[in-house]
């Protein structure tokens, strides 16, 4: 049990993590990107002196679910958590593989771009699903708790759809998405705190 709930803080600090690198990246940034319209994603891009921010980023989150859907594996069963476990893993590899930048003009490993984006896209795949699947099973989840969860999976589905609808404000909606994703993910590992806590 102290074990799980070691594992369960490690996850949270991770996530939290996750989303103040995400805060701080665009300070990191060169005078053109905007966190209005361009990407988390674009600023880890290739060639950036402050694209680490990002990629940090994108590992705490990905180390951050895996430790949480291993503590709530019982919980989610077997498909949900093997799905939000890939998305951890896909978030690493995202981390690993970096898009290219907004400018056309520069140059990039066009492999290494299009890897982040087979990724990025399976990864949101198996987020949504993985979510909705956990909302299904969870028959004793609270309503706030569930609120949230159908918030992740509308969220998931709707945010890809607006950014190429209105480009403009594609940094704004994707950071809007990654926000409930990081909050949900945090939730779940309380969960698993309160349920260890529970169990003693």
Do not use: C
């Given at each position: 049990?102290?074990?799980?709930?070691?594992?369960?803080?490690?996850?949270?600090?991770?996530?939290?993590?996750?989303?103040?690198?995400?805060?701080?990246?665009?300070?990191?940034?060169?005078?053109?990107?905007?966190?209005?319209?361009?990407?988390?994603?674009?600023?880890?891009?290739?060639g950036?002196?402050?694209?680490?921010?990002?990629?940090?980023?994108?590992?705490?989150?990905?180390?951050?679910?895996?430790?949480?859907?291993?503590?709530?594996?019982?919980?989610?069963?077997?498909?949900?958590?093997?799905?939000?476990?890939?998305f951890?893993?896909?978030?690493?590899t995202?981390?690993?593989?970096?898009?290219?930048?907004?400018?056309?003009?520069?140059?990039?490993?066009?492999?290494?771009?299009?890897?982040?984006?087979?990724?990025?896209?399976?990864?949101?795949?198996?987020?949504?699903?993985?979510?909705?699947?956990?909302?299904?099973?969870?028959?004793?989840?609270?309503?706030?708790?569930k609120?949230?969860g159908?918030?992740?999976?509308?969220?998931?589905?709707?945010?890809?759809?607006?950014?190429?609808?209105?480009?403009?404000?594609?940094?704004v909606?994707?950071?809007?998405?990654?926000?409930?994703?990081?909050?949900?993910?945090?939730?779940?590992?309380?969960?698993?705190?309160?349920?260890?806590?529970?169990?003693?």
């Amino acid at each position: 049990m102290a074990t799980q709930h070691s594992v369960s803080i490690a996850g949270i600090i991770f996530l939290l993590s996750s989303a103040v690198l995400f805060l701080l990246a665009p300070l990191a940034m060169p005078s053109d990107y905007s966190w209005i319209s361009n990407s988390i994603s674009e600023s880890g891009a290739q060639g950036l002196s402050g694209a680490w921010v990002t990629r940090l980023g994108f590992l705490t989150f990905g180390l951050g679910v895996i430790l949480v859907a291993l503590t709530r594996w019982d919980a989610w069963r077997t498909s949900a958590g093997l799905l939000l476990f890939g998305f951890g893993f896909l978030m690493l590899t995202v981390a690993a593989f970096s898009t290219r930048q907004w400018n056309a003009d520069s140059s990039f490993n066009e492999l290494e771009s299009n890897l982040h984006s087979v990724s990025a896209s399976v990864m949101g795949f198996f987020y949504g699903v993985g979510v909705l699947l956990v909302i299904l099973f969870e028959k004793q989840a609270s309503r706030a708790v569930k609120m949230l969860g159908w918030a992740a999976v509308v969220t998931s589905i709707a945010m890809p759809i607006l950014v190429g609808v209105i480009p403009e404000f594609g940094g704004v909606f994707q950071r809007i998405m990654f926000a409930i994703a990081i909050a949900w993910f945090v939730v779940q590992g309380r969960i698993s705190q309160t349920k260890i806590h529970a169990d003693r």
